[in-house]
């Protein structure tokens, strides 16, 4: 867990760093005509707020970490800090909407702070799993608030007992709990990416059956002996365990491909950066790469070696990659599938351009000035054909909210466009 923890620890620097010169900037700024006090101000006093919500996060860590909660532990304990930052970063992407010469002032440290946003988002919630959260606060309500009624009430009838039946009530319950603490490990194993496709099917099976198991067990129990004291806690574990399995085949399990399974998007992302990926950028560089490959400019598709893509930065919702000068000059060919778009507020912003297929999912293609034959382009895929760019908007909201439907829906939105995955990968739900 100590390793696991550098990740959002390093983008809390990130974002604390970001918020410090876009606050610095604003210092420097004259109001005017164009620059209004008003809009001034409201900004400064979200920058102002900001270092405070990410005090709340730093310490909620410290206490994850004192207390060594597991990952998906961490990623419900931290909703409630991480959302109060993203509905501040959303007022700040109500303010600066639609005010030109504000954004043109702050467009630097916007973006700076907007990638530092998502990567904490993505190092605070890594899985990419859909449904985990709700299955582990059901799976709190057995090991944290029945099995402490169990050692209470144990304790409080302790006197009553004799070695033996102490002994033989301990075991049953370390019987009942076997099944709870396997699930865990296994919803652990889950959001840190530890298993293949074939195992996590496997693990649903077994992991279903074992709670059928508990339900058993507790069933039993009710009906033995010197159990009496313990009847409320039986039965709480057979309702929960029954919740569990429902939960269970509501989960949702990205399943992706090894690197040496990725065909053509292989060679665009080394081994090293595809396997210190967290969930959802995997799912974010899948979406892109799918749609990459799917549109052919000049006879070859986007991710052929023609265009010498390799991805060197991977968010949550978009990847940065350098590319060959003729990919820019394909794009500029193909007035039937790309037309020019805002490039402001996007990291490279020599010029920009959106394909026009499609009403949404559309992909767009953010750029630098060529140099040495060379660009670096941010390429990222809107759900839905709006003109005004999602900086702090609600897909950020969405992803530092814990929420992780929006990898989902892009995925969803190619399927209905008949865009094949890469690598043969799938949503897995039992």
Known sequence: MEKFLEKPKTAIERVLKANSDLTNKLRTAI???????????AIGN??????????ALSQSLFLIEETSLDVVDME??????SGKLAHLLADLGDEIRAQHFINKLLEDQLVALEEGANVLAAALYPSGVQGLNKVNSKLWEFSRLQMSIFRRTLERISETLSA???????SKFAALAEPFDGLNEFLNELALRALD??????????SQGNLEKAQSTARETLKQPGFSEFKSVLKASISIAADLQDLLRSVHV???PLHSELQELRGCVSEELYSNLTGLETFALLNIGSRLRSI?????????????????DVFPDRIYFHANESLLQAIQGSKDTFSAADASLHKFREGSFKQ???????LQVSHTAVRNGKIDVDADIDLYRDPAHHLFGEVLVNHLSGQKTDAYKVRSILDEQRVDPIGGFHVFQV
């Open 76 to 81: 419900t304990r931290m909703q409630g800090e």
């Open 356 to 362: 026009r297929t499609f009403g949404k999912g559309n």
């Open 164 to 170: 033996k039946q102490r002994t033989v009530i301990e």
């Open 254 to 256: 990205p399943m992706f």
């Open 296 to 312: 052919k400019l000049n006879g070859a598709h986007m991710l052929s070696p023609d265009f010498g893509i390799e991805v060197f």
């Open 31 to 41: 109001p005017s005509h164009e620059l209004p006090k008003s809009r001034l101000d």
């Open 46 to 55: 979200i920058c102002d707020q900001v270092p405070t919500c990410l005090a």
């Open 197 to 206: 496709g074939t195992s996590i099917e496997e693990r649903f099976r077994f």
